[in-house]
């Protein structure tokens, strides 16, 4: 069955520090990735995603994330983080054919100190 | 696109009231779902429509869960007899299927409390 680590329940950043936040997924064939972001009390925007192709990915915000297939992992980052990128960010493997089916991970929170 | 739109947004309820939950996809997208977050998880998926047809339910969709999309456009999640367990945020999302992969939308939510 397919899964996703974020092994970081919780990162504190300084504005305009760099951000990185880590997702490693489990799946048997090539996975459909995504990374979401969660206001509090809101629903999920699509940050990015991956299918194929060029696994350096650009999104929404600045946001890109890298897609390495030999670590398993779909790490997400900005270069320089703003008071508003506080939020909660959510991994997800798609799986089936069309993805039809998103697993989560269980999302990092991401505070931004002045 | 007007986004995915649910209703209501909030709603706290008895243990063993009924309750539903309307959402209202973008339109054209012919595919639904339904996912269930509690507080400090992620989303876990419940069910997906393609059209009118529930083509996916997960083992967590209980006997007391029911969801519907009789035209193939809004659909309802009913939740019968609710009890304390199912107090939750109930995101309903929708896509427009293609062979190479679809992007999921999702909705702001709908938040039940249950009493």
């Known amino acids: 069955a397919q899964s996703v680590t974020q092994p970081d329940i919780h990162i504190t950043v300084s504005e305009g520090a760099s951000l990185e936040l880590r997702c490693n997924y489990s799946y048997g064939a090539t996975p459909y990735l995504f990374w979401y972001v969660q206001s509090p009390g809101q629903g999920l925007q699509l940050l990015l995603k991956?299918?194929?192709?060029?696994?350096l990915v650009q999104g929404i915000k600045g946001f890109e994330a890298e897609f390495k297939r030999s670590q398993s992992s779909f790490n997400l980052r900005k270069p320089s983080v703003h008071w508003s990128d506080a939020a909660e960010y959510f991994c997800a493997v798609g799986t089936g054919l069309g993805s039809y089916q998103l697993t989560f991970g269980k999302g990092t929170k991401l505070s931004v100190i002045p | 696109d007007t986004g995915v739109s649910q209703d209501p947004r909030h709603k706290i309820t008895k243990r063993g009231q009924n309750v539903t939950f309307r959402c209202d996809p973008i339109s054209e997208h012919n595919r639904l779902y339904w996912y269930r977050q509690t507080l400090g998880q992620g989303p876990e998926f419940l069910t997906y429509f393609q059209n009118e047809a529930q083509l996916e339910k997960s083992r967590l969709l209980s006997d007391r869960f029911s969801a519907e999309r009789p035209k193939g456009s809004f659909s309802t999640l009913e939740i019968q007899r609710t009890e304390q367990g199912d107090s939750a945020m109930y995101l309903c999302?929708?896509?427009?299927?293609?062979?190479?992969?679809?992007?999921?939308?999702f909705g702001e939510g709908s938040w039940l409390t249950v009493v």
């Open positions: 991956y299918f194929s192709g060029d696994t």
């Open positions: 999302a929708s896509s427009f299927r293609i062979l190479s992969g679809n992007t999921i939308y």
